[in-house]
Each structure stands twice: as structure tokens, then as C-alpha cells.
């Protein structure tokens, strides 16, 4: 006993019940929290980026310190 009753036996898992979970709440959310934008190239930047990485943008794009490309900003 025992043989050939594996054959029988198929996988049937449908896990595709948590394949759409909220993505589209989380773009709004990113818009929101952009709020740095740079008067120059009008690229806009959240709200969390570091000084370092607007310092970087106004001199690798444009040549120019981070007060001219964001004169809003507050280190
Ligand atoms: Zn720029």
C-alpha cells in the first residue's frame, strides 16, 4: 500500500488575495511630502532630504550654492 497515491496529490494555493494592498494611498502621501523644490530646475525634493544631498544638487546641476537653488530651506 502506499504506491502511486502521490500522483493524486496537486498543489492548489491561491495567494494572490494580498497582491493589492494600498499602493495607491502611499502616491498621494509622496506628493504631500514634497515640499523642497529647487527655484532653479524646479525638481522638487521631500521634505526629509539631507543638507549634504541639496548642497550636492546645486553644485553638481548648477554650479551654485545650496541658498541660491533653495533659498526656502532651513538647515
Ligand atoms: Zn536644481
Avoid: Y
Wanted: proline fraction near 3%; charge should be positive; aromatic fraction near 6%.
Amino acid at each position: 500500500m502506499g504506491n502511486g497515491a502521490k500522483a493524486a496529490q496537486k498543489r492548489e494555493r491561491n495567494t494572490d488575495k494580498n497582491a493589492s494592498k494600498g499602493s495607491k494611498s502611499q502616491m498621494k502621501t509622496n506628493e504631500a511630502a514634497k515640499s523642497i523644490v529647487c527655484t532653479i530646475c524646479k525638481q522638487a525634493f521631500f521634505v526629509t532630504t539631507r543638507q549634504p544631498a541639496l548642497e550636492q544638487h546645486s553644485q553638481d546641476r548648477h554650479s551654485k550654492v545650496l541658498a541660491e537653488c533653495f533659498p526656502d530651506f532651513k538647515a
